[in-house]
Every structure is written in C-alpha cells, then in structure tokens.
C-alpha cells in the first residue's frame, strides 16, 4: 500500500494518521471485501487478485459512521474497470455534499 500512496502522490495516508485524508488499505484475505458486501461474483475477472476479487468501490464515513457507498459495476462491465465514475473523487464528492 505504501508503494501505491507514494505512486499516487499521497502523503499521510496511513488509516492511523490523524493528518491523513486518503486511506489506503489493504485487504489480501478479502476479509473487508466480504464484511462490506463487496465480493465480485461474476464469474468472468475472478482470477484477478489473490483469493476474491473486490468489487470497484468508495465509501465516505465520519466517526465510524459510513454515510455515501458508491460502487462501479455493470453489465458487460461488472469490474468497474471501463466505467469507475461512481468511485472517482467528483462523483464522491457530490455524493458527500448530498449526504
């Protein structure tokens, strides 16, 4: 995760930084990924990833409390991979203006 903050230009991004504002996190047994829901069950781009593959999302919360979950799938496109809009900083930001 520290390689993709410092390839993205991130500073304080460890989730235990109270400066931080982007979060990285990794989940490699998909453990977060099945709490949240967010198991990819389309059986076409499984193989990506190390057990499941995620589903593309983003999710805002204040104080423990997640208030705006968009998340990017689609027919023909249930990765999120060609169309992530949803999970992009402007549509969240809008979101959270809303929320």
């Keep these: 995760m520290m390689a ?8 304080n991004w460890e989730i235990t930084e109270s400066d931080g504002f ?6 490699p047994k998909s453990d977060l990924t ?3 829901g967010m198991t990819m ?5 499984l193989s990506v990833g190390l057990f499941e593959r995620c589903k593309r999302f983003a999710f ?4 423990g409390t ?8 689609y027919e023909g496109d ?15 930001i ?6």
């Design 78 to 92: 249930p990765a999120g991979d060609d169309y992530p809009e949803l999970t992009l900083p402007a549509s969240m």
């Design 22 to 27: 982007v979060s990285f996190v990794s989940d």
């Design 60 to 63: 805002y919360a204040e104080k």
């Design 41 to 45: 069950t389309h059986p076409g781009p």
């Design 4 to 11: 993709w903050a410092k390839d993205q230009g991130i500073e």
């Design 66 to 73: 997640v208030k705006v979950v968009n998340v990017s799938e």
């Design 94 to 99: 809008e979101a959270i203006k809303k929320a």
């Design 34 to 36: 099945s709490a949240c």
